[in-house]
């Protein structure tokens, strides 16, 4: 698959290695070229860069990791038509971590709008890129959660894949009208990283327990 990854920070960096390494074709993008050239220079594995125009152009999945909305940085958004768009963005983290309420859109719904040809999948927002220094198997030995959220069932599915291929587990929330409690979900576990000092290798995994007989009546 090629996969263009708009905005070569962190968060792209990884998770464009880690799909090159499962064979994909990953391009690089950014509103500097060159430093999306020498991200992929550093990362290897067949990986190419240039602008955010380009890896928009080149590729079939699209991984959005600036926190920006693609009008704002894109040529013409009509580029994204019929491509699947992974939104992993998270709102900006106020002083002492003192939270707003969550917007009437989620930034996922307002990509979607901004994009309305694109099938914009929310995920990956609720995980540091230091897990990715563990390998897939540890990852998925550890069940750590991807919460994803999307209008699409086509886009869903190829996230999906995405995702195992990462080592996470995927979970699937409905649509992307949930992607707000995805967004929100991220703001708990950046306190956690950051303000309680657990670091940024805690994360979220989900856990269904068997079935069983109640202890004390049951719910009613």
């Known amino acids: 698959m090629r996969i263009g990854i708009l905005g070569s920070g962190n968060m792209g960096r990884v998770l464009g290695a880690s799909w090159a390494d499962h064979g994909?074709?990953?391009?690089?993008?950014?509103?500097?070229?060159?430093?999306?050239?020498?991200?992929?220079?550093?990362?290897?594995?067949?990986?190419t860069g240039g602008s955010n125009d380009d890896a928009a152009k080149a590729s079939?999945?699209?991984?959005?990791t600036a926190r920006h909305l693609p009008s704002t940085f894109l040529s013409n958004v009509a580029v994204l038509g019929?491509?699947?768009?992974?939104?992993?963005?998270?709102?900006e983290i106020p002083p002492n971590f003192r939270f707003p309420a969550m917007p009437e859109r989620s930034f996922a719904q307002q990509v979607q709008e901004d994009a309305p040809g694109a099938m914009v999948v929310k995920a990956f927002n609720t995980i540091a890129q230091e897990l990715w220094d563990?390998?897939?198997?540890?990852?998925?030995?550890?069940?750590?959660?991807?919460?994803?959220?999307?209008?699409?069932?086509?886009?869903?599915?190829?996230?999906t894949a995405l995702v195992r291929q990462t080592g996470l587990t995927p979970i699937d929330c409905g649509s992307l009208q949930h992607?707000?409690?995805?967004?929100?979900?991220?703001?708990?576990?950046?306190?956690?990283?950051?303000?309680?000092?657990?670091?940024p290798w805690?994360?979220?995994?989900?856990?269904?327990?068997?079935?069983t007989e109640p202890r004390y009546g049951g719910r009613r």
């Open 24 to 47: 994909h074709e990953v391009f690089f993008g950014s509103r500097d070229p060159d430093k999306a050239r020498q991200v992929a220079a550093e990362v290897g594995r067949g990986t």
């Open 60 to 64: 079939e999945t699209i991984l959005l």
């Open 82 to 91: 019929d491509k699947v768009v992974i939104d992993v963005n998270n709102r």
């Open 134 to 159: 563990h390998p897939p198997e540890l990852l998925s030995k550890f069940n750590v959660a991807c919460f994803l959220a999307g209008d699409s069932d086509r886009g869903k599915a190829i996230t």
């Open 179 to 199: 992607a707000w409690m995805l967004e929100a979900s991220a703001d708990l576990v950046r306190l956690l990283i950051m303000d309680r000092r657990m670091g």
């Open 202 to 211: 805690t994360t979220l995994s989900v856990a269904t327990l068997p079935k």
